[in-house]
């Protein structure tokens, strides 16, 4: 009964991403204002339905971290609003010819810019996920289908309700914002299979339900990478610039893939530079795992192990290991990051080019937190996740990750 149910929704969404594909921009953008005052006008029903999720998480003993993810406030949902209209001010990213040119025979040909089509969306514990999901959809003129996690369930659903109230009222055809609702895990299985409807499904959450979906699904997949980010201080590091970052990108907001998870120090400053991050640390209530070399200088924390320095955290913990140079870190993060975000602090510009050409992740940065690996902070509006694969699109996936291309071309009686 599942099966039937999800395949006649997805059945639906493809149907209206043939409509939603030739709606003017004019309704794109309206509907996504509409979409944006349905939530300011329902704060108190939001929050209504996040405190009955929230229970539940407290009750089923979910991590600090995750109820951080999961709590929506009236803050959060202004926050979700303004993105909403922030990508209304956004050149329309579909129908445009990015580059047209005319063969030897006469052909003028061009590449134009067109909707992926029906998009899956699966995503834990995250209901700003709904609300990014559906706007960015909107925009890009791509039908989605929602399936959050059961954490957020009453949160989700409430949301992708008033969104689609909103797109509706723009004049958006049916079904080009559902959610599955349903709690079983099964569901997500169902989805991926559904290839015959489903043109790409993007997972955004943990390991585990990432890896589940590349291995698994039929359907074509965007994959979205769990964030165990790295800050190498270098030798030629300033000091004060380093703990900023460091801390920055730590304590800012620790649940999300952006946050920092391990600390690599060059050996020849980690004596001096290492009891001052251990303050730092400290002060900010950060546990700290550290290497065998850097337990011999530190005065807490406990020893790392393998299995750890390959973990996000997505808490107030961070590792700490001390390399050789800056090609010693570029071997590190190679062998244990998940190709999401690292950071080079360095006044050196030969050691920021080495670590920036040799690091195989998405953002790569010099002399700034990882943090700022956002949709909204590298300009492209919101996002629905940051890929760490190459295929298609890396990093923030704003609008144009949200498309494809399609051959236009022109004749006058051309035959081959």
């Not at 993810?69 to 990508?87: H, K, P, V, Y």
């Not at 369930?153 to 969104?163: R, V, W």
């Not at 349903?182 to 043109?199: A, H, I």
């Amino acid at each position: 009964m599942l099966k039937e149910i999800i395949e006649e929704q997805c059945k639906l969404g493809k149907n209206a991403s043939y409509e939603l594909a030739s709606v003017s921009i004019n309704i794109r953008n309206e509907a996504l204002h509409e979409m944006a005052d349905a939530l300011r006008n329902n704060v108190d029903l939001i929050l209504a339905e996040n405190a009955l999720d929230m229970e539940n998480g407290k009750v089923d003993g979910l991590s600090q971290s995750l109820i951080d993810r999961l709590m929506l406030n009236a803050d959060r949902i202004e926050a979700m609003a303004c993105g909403l209209e922030s990508l209304s001010k956004l050149d329309d990213p579909i129908g445009q010819t990015k580059r047209m040119w005319q063969r030897p025979n006469g052909l003028e040909i061009g590449a134009m810019s067109v909707p992926l089509g029906l998009i899956a969306m699966v995503y834990e514990a995250r209901p700003n996920v709904t609300v990014e999901a559906a706007g960015l959809c909107v925009k890009t003129g791509n039908a989605v289908i929602l399936k959050g996690s059961s954490t957020a369930y009453n949160s989700n659903k409430i949301l992708a309700a008033l969104l689609n109230e909103g797109a509706l009222k723009a004049g958006l055809p049916s079904y080009a914002v559902q959610i599955i609702d349903s709690k079983d895990r099964e569901s997500v299985n169902v989805l991926m299979k559904l290839n015959k409807y489903v043109d790409v499904i993007i997972p955004r959450g943990g390991a585990g339900l990432i890896s589940n979906v590349v291995n698994n699904s039929t359907v074509p997949v965007i994959e979205t990478g769990i964030g165990n980010c790295h800050a190498y201080v270098d030798d030629k590091a300033q000091f004060y610039m380093a703990l900023d970052i460091i801390v920055n990108g730590k304590t800012q907001r620790p649940s999300v893939c952006n946050s920092l998870e391990k600390v690599l120090v060059h050996k020849d400053i980690a004596e001096e530079f290492l009891p001052l991050l251990e303050l730092k640390l400290i002060e900010n209530t950060v546990e700290i795992r550290a290497c065998e070399n850097s337990m011999k200088i530190l005065k807490s924390g406990w020893p790392i192990t393998e299995e750890e320095l390959y973990t996000e955290y997505l808490d107030y913990i961070i590792g700490i290991i001390i390399v050789n140079d800056v090609n010693d870190a570029v071997k590190h993060i190679n062998k244990y990051g998940s190709k999401h975000s690292e950071v080079i602090i360095s006044d050196s510009y030969k050691n920021g080019k080495i670590f920036q050409q040799l690091i195989d992740s998405a953002c790569i940065y010099h002399n700034a937190s990882t943090r700022f690996s956002d949709g909204e902070m590298f300009g492209f509006g919101a996002e629905i996740g940051i890929s760490t694969q190459k295929m298609h699109t890396r990093g923030p996936m704003g609008l144009e990750a949200l498309t494809s291309i399609k051959y236009i071309i022109n004749g006058d009686g051309q035959v081959r």
